[in-house]
């Protein structure tokens, strides 16, 4: 597997429907390895890049920062998708989403926040 960062591997962050199709991007990267270390735990991507099929077919907004590679939906195992978004949030995440049982976080430029 090819590693990105200390603890993520590229495929964690490659479109899920197949076609391998990934756009990285580093700021996320780094963040990402920020929120690990604030937790001291491994952190789970759900979702990175989507290819735009797929954003379709799992019902992305059409603007998703999933298809730029600026986006992960992701789950710390023990840590509430809430206190997930507040570490987030202290760390400059740009776009953050709070939902059931998962947080999306992405580094867009103008801040976002909501409960999906």
Known sequence: ????SEHFVLE???CKCGCKGVILNCELIQKLERLRERFKKPIIVHSGYRCKKHNTIVGGAINSQHLLGTA??????GISPESVAKASREL???GIGVYGSFTH????????YWNG
């Open 105 to 112: 976080v992405d580094v867009r430029k103008l801040p976002a």
């Open 12 to 14: 964690e962050f490659s």
């Open 72 to 77: 992960a939906d992701i789950t710390i195992s």
């Open 1 to 4: 597997m090819a590693r990105v």
């Open 92 to 94: 400059g995440f740009g």
